[in-house]
């Protein structure tokens, strides 16, 4: 009897080396891999079974020997597909904590954005897609725009990185996200944290009265991660939580709906460690939750749930196996 054929995620992202200073009052820095990492590890430990992951990343040669190193280390991760190396330097990040949730950061290398020549026959190969905008040059507008009408299946996206620009000296900086709406049609599910939402609605006045005019068919969810708070979603009112039934609204005419927004505050007290990676924790396990079958205030719990374990472990390594409770964080070390 022929086994079942797992179901393909793709996601789309970019794995950064970072250089953290003064995480979680640390004085030594640490480097190692994250960015796209950490949801990777999410997924790993929160996609349903009968699920494949699926990487598509663009690695820079210089450090590729590791970076292929680090993604074989996952169970089951399709790295053979997806994974092109480039000769533009690897994209690395320097984080310096000034506070349990501030901290400034500095980008340097870059590898190039995909177009849609390279991207499309990669998506073909997936049945959904999460897009994990890590860098915020994963790919350009025109890209997503052909994304949207080119891939059938699924699409989530994490928005971070594109509410931060880059000054003369590789420093990251808060920005406004030109296009927004644009943007926010590329997809079937975006997300973004609070202060990103909040720039979305600087120039077009209060951000929930705009998520609550653009929600609707096309775009059928906002998620906001409130960080100590929770996360709060905005949905249209007819939202079905299986995400491989999204496309079926598509093209269709536009028409004004209610809708609803769910609160899942944060349960317990807020914990206390290293908070890289959290939001995009959040994002792969609240994704999983979903395919996996849960309706959305169950899957935003346990997504705040999954973010705060991320907190007890330093760094992406073995982090799927932490957030799988394979390990305890005194065995992380």
């Known amino acids: 009897m022929n086994e079942k054929k797992p179901k393909r995620l793709g996601v ?9 200073k003064l995480r979680d009052g640390r004085p030594a820095p640490v480097e190692e891999w994250g960015g796209v990492a950490y949801a990777l590890s999410a997924f790993e430990a929160a996609l349903p079974e009968h699920w494949e992951i699926v990487p598509i990343v663009k690695v820079g040669s210089d450090l590729s020997e590791s970076a292929w190193a680090f993604l074989r280390s996952f169970p089951r991760m399709d790295v053979e597909t997806g ?6 330097p690897n994209n690395r990040v320097e984080l310096v904590y000034t506070g349990p949730d501030r901290r400034t950061e500095r980008l340097t290398g870059g590898v190039p ?3 849609w020549a390279e991207l499309g026959p990669l998506a073909s190969t997936c049945d959904a897609l999460y897009v994990n905008f890590i860098s915020g040059f994963e790919m350009k507008l025109d890209t997503a725009r052909s994304l949207r009408s080119g891939f059938p299946g699924p699409t989530y996206a ?3 990185s594109l509410f931060l620009g880059v000054d003369s000296r590789g420093l990251r900086f808060p920005q406004e996200l030109p296009s927004c709406k644009a943007w926010l049609r590329c997809f079937d599910a975006v997300q973004m944290n609070n202060k990103e939402f909040d720039l979305l609605g ?3 006045g209060d951000p929930w009265e705009l998520a ?3 929600v609707g068919q096309e775009l059928k969810l906002i998620a906001v991660t409130l960080g100590g708070g929770g996360a709060e979603c905005v949905a249209r009112a007819a939202f079905g939580c299986d995400p491989l039934g999204w496309p079926d609204t598509r093209n269709r005419d536009a028409t004004s709906q209610p809708v609803t927004r ?3 505050p944060l349960e317990g007290a807020e914990a206390v460690g290293d908070p890289t990676g959290c939001g995009d924790v959040w994002g792969a396990t609240f994704l999983s ?6 309706q959305l205030r169950p899957a935003m719990i346990q997504a705040n749930r999954i973010a705060a374990m991320n907190v007890g472990h330093r760094g992406a390594g073995g982090l799927h196996q932490h957030l799988g409770g394979r390990l305890s964080p005194q065995e992380d070390g």
């Open 12 to 20: 789309v992202g970019t794995l950064v080396w970072d250089t953290i």
């Open 83 to 88: 994974i092109r190396v480039v000769p533009e």
């Open 113 to 115: 954005p995909w177009s």
């Open 158 to 160: 994490d928005l971070h």
């Open 202 to 204: 600087r120039a077009l």
């Open 212 to 214: 609550a005019q653009i």
């Open 262 to 264: 769910e609160i899942a």
């Open 289 to 294: 939750r979903l395919i996996g079958g849960d």
